[in-house]
């Protein structure tokens, strides 16, 4: 399949297109940079230019669409423009070009509302209760894209779950740093259970999901390794997968959400500097339970993951060497 | 006495429909029906739920019909359930479909306002006119609650052509003259009160909504409320309580008399459901009723209420007994309804005593002239020194109390409920009541006292023999029965406690009906001083067990059954007349009478089987020459423990020992081998049973040892190998579904996980009054008698039973169905792990495993696996662990200091990594019932 490939040049992006390689695909990479995967080709451009997108979906048969603004914190129209606007724009032209298969990467925080996951299956995008302007943007960015799913164009999302591995500027980048510089505490005693995916698991089960989409459209599924954590055992492994010291002091987890309310709006006055230390969302993240059912993915996907968090945790030792 | 309601309960008013909207009603089942006027009773209009006419819409013809009868001061709201489970019931193919009637009494609800106070008489009439009037004429069932049971009862005894069966609510039918009436009813009654309590304001009404367990919505207080709006709609309520028969003046005490009286002749099948929280109508009264409606299936709902409609689902209950109780019931005549009371199937054989078939007194007989010992006990409560009795002098004192009790008027099928410590006395009494037909009530004292009070007032006993603890606590709690006391009291400690007799008179009775000639008066020829001999489906014995999760059951044994646990004992372990035998394990210590053996019970307190220490053991063993021990597993440990006291002399007691039995629960290999060396030439067993079923399968040490070879070979543990079932009894698995239910038909295949059914001769009969809690234990079960024991476990090819783990404590991961005990034993196969539990948390069928484990040495706090530990812990478990956390100590439940309290610590678990605080696993004592 001549597949096209949003946001290639970044973390899960690389491997994804790496997976679809695999498979076969021709790839063709759609990103403001080189994308620096060898066997595809780079069509350089915006998803909020609709002549870029356009262009770059020219002749293609399957789309997955990665791309969006990631960040903890930021300016909405800014997450707007990318995560909705941008995503209707390449549907648009998706269906335009004809296009039969787009599988939206979306994230199981479109449904968080705060409060602890356990064993849930994905519940529906809520843009309204989301936590954060990125999870706000990207449920309405999910909502648009399973909302133009038809018999020509059979659209999935797939919502990967605190994705991690060797080469991950998000998760891992920020824990090791802040570890590093003493500033990385556990939220209460660190035992909420948290789900989490392997960067090669999450790509996998994209790739999957593109195979599958006859049989998965229209519908949202999350993707994890299947393989809960207590958050500080996480936390740990990746710390010392990274040779540095684990988190060693305690925050009150409901102390440190009240901090990250007040940290983020005196961050919004600031803009341009970089993210805050803490958000009410991550506080959230790092202090409620939030696992699930990955029995539907797994079948309605066919797919299994391959690598579990022990393996991926010495991969990731390996990468830091 | 005559009350004078206020003017307002003269206030007529014509039938109405309840308001639209109220919570689980639907309007369409609500009718109003007038009956014509006759005699002197002018026409009168009756509000009714009937689900005739859906009935009709779905196309079936109802096999009979219910007919609900509510209390005061409720209406016909109080069965909205049961109309429209009913109708929903009636939808589904193959099942019995009931039409329900549910009345409103004239002067309640939303039926006529009579403006007259109504008698019961009255209230009986009213409905035989309503039903006639209906054209009510073909199978019909009653269901009563409260004054309603009352009244429909009269309508059963009235029309015993149409009653197919009985079922009865919380209900009074007999107010014993002796006994006070209920104090709520007391204050009610009080003529300044009265009024003003139930008709002027809402008191009565609100007092009686306010009784439910847990309490009621406020949209269902609502309902209850909406007829009973002001006092002009109360009058009936005042009406109702005005006519309670206190006494045998009160106008309505014949009709109560005639009623109370005529549910001895019903012989339909009768249901009692039971709220026991009920201030008003307490235990008695279900007794009361238990002893006119012999044959009824009972079921006291634990923590339920006088509100036990909306305390549970009644309802469903309902129509599953319907189903079993009247499979036909469209064509059997009425007279053969009662057939379905009809013994089990292998009750036949055992209706009378043989030379194969034996009570449990023959040996009191037979060696009734022997000079032998029977019992030493080492550690007597008369003194210091052990004291011994002989066969002869057993056998006396059981006939002397026996015809002592007679005496004291306790009969045959009385429940006697024995509060005594084991000993020399208890087993004395135990036999005499065996011997005249009582039914003994023992609770274990493992239960505490909340259990056990909720144990004897369950069973409601007619006589309570006990010694100074249990006699006071009888009196503090209010416990039932005639009071028997085995120590001698001054006259002011006498009266203080009510007790009627001492053990002393019953002995000086006793010998005073059998004569003077004592060596003539034994069990074989006592004469008249004592009733004939109890038959062996007779019941013989309540054992409440202290069973892991929920309240205390009653467990039923009949003679038969009882005699059959003495057989397989003799047979499985080869005791019988001259073996001594140390029963440092009380329920079978009980049986050594029975089965002939020189029982010695060893220095320890029974209560706290950890007093007894290895040198106890040797001495006891030393005094009965013992060749088989029998201890519990928590006496086992301390033996152990203390070996090292031994003597040369005390090991060579010991060397003597042939049998050695870990009664109660199965113990460690590593237990029985540190046994081993102190009885050197006893072959080690460790039975699996309970209080179901004693003794179900049996293995040996060398069994043990080649079943680990199992699991060596499995690279993991299989469970717990507990044997091959014993002599008669017969063990099957009913598999367990994907949802970990235990839905397959029960079978003997070979590695299939599943619970564990078994059958034997030596089986309970049935719980005691909770008919659905024996349902369930009996389900999906071939003919004959079978227990579903609510352990899961598998044979294996040799036919072997291994033990998995409890059905409640199954786990439904994304990949199927997990055991825990495997697991388990593997993680505690880590040097540093003491001991280990694996509990589920998240959903069921994406669960997720935690391992909650004490290390060696102990933690102080609750904390986090390290990650070497974590390591090891995945490593060595054949099942994904999430999370592992350690405890200083594993909860275990009060009532079992040996089982871990795997329920609680799942929730614990559960609400640990959600993110709530990591807090230590609390002590399960705050839990009990």
């Known amino acids: ?321 | 006495m005559t009350y004078d309601l206020p003017a307002s309960a003269s206030i007529t008013a014509p039938a109405a429909l309840p308001p639209r909207g109220l919570d689980g009603l639907d309007p369409a089942f609500s009718h109003l029906v007038t009956v014509p006027a006759a005699g002197d009773e002018p026409d009168r209009t009756w509000h009714l739920l009937d689900n005739a006419s859906q009935l009709d819409a779905l196309g079936v013809t109802p096999v009979g019909t219910i007919l609900c009868v509510h209390g005061n001061p409720t209406w016909s709201y109080l069965w909205r359930r049961l109309v429209t489970d009913a109708t929903a019931h009636a939808a589904t193919a193959g099942a019995q479909a009931w039409r329900v009637i549910a009345v409103d009494q004239l002067d309640m609800g939303f039926s006529e306002r009579t403006g007259a106070q109504r008698t019961l008489p009255q209230r009986v009439r009213d409905l035989g006119a309503l039903t006639a009037h209906l054209g009510l004429t073909g199978p019909v069932v009653t269901l009563g609650h409260d004054w309603g049971g009352v009244v429909s009862a009269g309508w059963a005894i009235d029309h015993p052509d149409q009653l197919r069966a009985l079922m009865l609510l919380n209900t009074a039918v007999h107010q014993p003259a002796a006994d006070p009436i209920p104090a709520p009813l007391r204050l009610a009654l009080r003529p300044a009160i009265l009024g003003a309590a139930t008709v002027q304001t809402p008191g009565f009404l609100e007092t009686t909504l306010a009784l439910a367990h847990p309490a009621l919505r406020r949209e269902v207080k609502a309902g209850f409320r909406a007829p009973y709006t002001d006092a002009a709609r109360r009058g009936g309520i005042g009406g109702f309580v005005a006519d309670i028969p206190v006494d045998a003046d009160h106008a309505s005490t014949p009709e109560l008399d005639r009623i109370a009286d005529g549910l001895r002749s019903l012989d339909v099948p009768a249901l009692l459901l039971w709220g026991p929280r009920d201030p008003v109508f307490s235990d008695r009264y279900l007794d009361d009723l238990v002893d006119r409606l012999p044959h009824a299936d009972v079921h006291r709902f634990e923590g339920a209420g006088h509100l036990v409609a909306e305390d549970v689902d009644y309802a469903g209950t309902v129509l599953t007994w319907l189903e079993g109780a009247l499979p036909a019931i469209a064509d059997a005549p009425a007279a053969d309804a009662a057939a379905t009371d009809a013994p089990t199937a292998d009750a036949p054989a055992l209706t009378q005593w043989s030379p194969e078939l034996r009570p449990l007194w023959h040996q009191l007989e037979a060696l009734a002239d022997s000079p032998d010992t029977a019992l030493v006990e080492m550690a007597p409560a008369s003194g210091p020194a052990p004291r011994t009795v002989s066969w002869r002098l057993l056998s006396r004192r059981v006939t002397e109390i026996a015809a002592g009790l007679s005496a004291a008027g306790v009969r045959h099928g009385d429940r006697v409920s024995l509060l005594v410590q084991p000993g020399a006395d208890l087993t004395a009494v135990l036999y005499a009541c065996l011997r005249i037909g009582a039914v003994v009530v023992v609770a274990d004292a493992g239960l505490g006292v909340r259990g056990l009070t909720r144990a004897v007032r369950g069973a409601w006993p007619a006589h309570v023999i006990g010694a100074l603890p249990g006699l006071s606590a009888a009196r503090a709690l209010g416990w039932p029965g005639q009071k028997i006391s085995v120590v001698d009291l001054a006259p002011p400690a006498r009266r203080a406690l009510g007790v009627q007799h001492t053990l002393r008179e019953i002995v000086e009775r006793g010998a005073e009906l059998l004569g003077s000639d004592l060596l003539g008066s034994d069990l074989r020829n006592a004469g008249p001083a004592l009733p004939p001999p109890p038959a062996p489906q007779d019941q013989a014995a309540i054992l409440f067990t202290s069973g892991s999760t929920g309240p205390a059951k009653g467990v039923v044994y009949t003679h038969a059954q009882l005699s059959a646990v003495r057989d397989v004992l003799a047979a499985q372990y080869d005791v019988g007349v001259g073996t001594g035998l140390v029963a440092g394990f009380a329920p079978f210590a009980l049986l050594g009478p029975a089965l002939g053996t020189r029982s010695v019970t060893p220095d320890m307190d029974v209560t706290a089987p950890r007093t007894l220490t290895a040198r106890g053991v040797a001495a006891a063993v030393a005094a009965a020459d013992a060749t088989v021990v029998f201890l519990s597993p928590a006496a086992i440990t301390n033996v152990v423990a203390t070996a090292g006291e031994l003597t040369d002399e005390d090991r060579t007691a010991l060397a003597g020992v042939q049998t050695f039995l870990s009664a109660g629960a199965p113990i460690s290999e590593a237990l029985l081998d540190a046994v081993a060396e102190i009885m050197p030439g006893a072959t080690g067993h460790t039975p699996y049973g309970m209080t179901e079923g004693l003794l179900l399968t049996d293995i040996t040490a060398e069994g043990i040892a080649d079943a680990r070879a199992l699991s060596e070979a499995a690279g993991r543990s299989l469970g717990v190998c507990v044997g091959s079932p014993t002599g008669p009894a017969r063990v099957l698995i009913s598999a367990l579904d994907a949802d970990g239910r235990a839905t397959g038909v029960p079978s003997d295949t070979p590695g299939v996980t599943g619970e564990i059914v078994a059958s034997a001769p030596h089986l309970k009969d049935h719980y005691d009054r909770l008919w659905l809690t024996n349902e369930a234990s009996v389900r999906g079960t071939d003919a004959g008698r079978w227990h579903r024991t609510g352990d899961v476990g598998h044979l294996d090819d040799a036919g072997r039973l291994w033990i998995e783990g409890r059905l409640a404590h199954v786990m439904v991961t994304a990949t199927g169905v997990v055991t825990p005990v495997g697991i388990e034993q593997d993680i505690e196969s880590l040097p540093q792990v003491a001991r280990a539990a694996v509990v589920g948390v998240g959903p069921v069928g994406t669960q997720q495993l935690v391992a909650v484990v004490e290390t060696t040495p102990p933690v102080r706090r609750v904390q986090r696996a390290s990650s070497e530990l974590a390591a090891a812990v995945r490593a060595v478990s054949h099942e994904p662990v999430a999370a592992v956390l350690v405890v200083p100590v594993l909860p275990t439940d009060v009532r079992h200091n040996s089982k871990i309290d795997r329920a609680y610590l799942s929730g614990w678990a559960g609400a640990a990594l959600s993110g709530g605080r990591l807090r230590p696993p609390t002590s399960a004592t705050r839990r009990l019932p």
């Open chain 1, 1 to 321: 399949m001549k597949v096209l490939i949003t946001g290639a040049s970044g973390f899960l992006g690389r491997t994804v297109v790496a997976h679809a390689l695999a498979a076969g695909h021709e790839v063709r990479t759609f990103q403001r940079r080189p994308s620096g995967v060898d066997g595809a080709s780079d069509e350089l451009g915006s998803v909020t230019d609709a002549g870029d997108v356009e262009r770059a979906m020219d002749g293609m048969e399957a789309v997955i669409h990665l791309a969006a603004k990631v960040s903890l914190a930021g300016d909405l129209a800014e997450f707007a423009a990318v995560n909705i606007t941008g995503t209707q724009t390449m549907l648009d032209a998706a269906r335009r070009h004809g296009v039969q298969r787009f599988v939206q990467v979306s994230s199981p925080s479109v449904a968080h509302a705060g409060h602890s996951i356990v064993g849930d299956d994905a519940l529906p995008a809520d843009p309204e209760h989301a936590r954060g302007d990125y999870a706000r943007t990207k449920a309405a960015g999910e909502l648009v894209a399973l909302a133009a799913d038809s018999p020509e164009l059979h659209v999935v999302a797939v919502r990967p779950h605190l994705v991690w591995g060797p080469g991950d500027t998000q998760l891992v980048e920020r824990v090791v740093e802040r570890a590093r510089a003493g500033r990385l505490p556990l939220l209460g005693d660190g035992t909420a259970l948290i789900d989490s995916t392997y960067v090669d698991n999450a790509a996998s089960a994209i790739v999957a999901a593109l195979h599958r989409a006859d049989v998965a459209h229209g519908q949202a599924y999350v993707v994890t390794n299947g393989e809960p954590r207590m958050v500080a055992e996480l936390l740990e492994g990746i710390c010392l997968a990274a040779g540095v010291r684990p988190p060693r002091w305690k925050v009150p987890a409901s102390l440190a959400r009240a901090a990250g309310g007040a940290i983020e709006r005196v961050w919004a006055v600031r803009p341009g500097v970089d993210e805050p230390p803490m958000t009410r969302f991550l506080a959230e993240q790092l202090s409620t339970a939030h696992w699930f059912d990955q029995r539907r993915t797994r079948r309605d996907l066919d797919w299994t993951p391959e690598v579990s968090v022990e393996d991926g945790l010495a991969r990731l030792a390996v990468s830091y060497r």
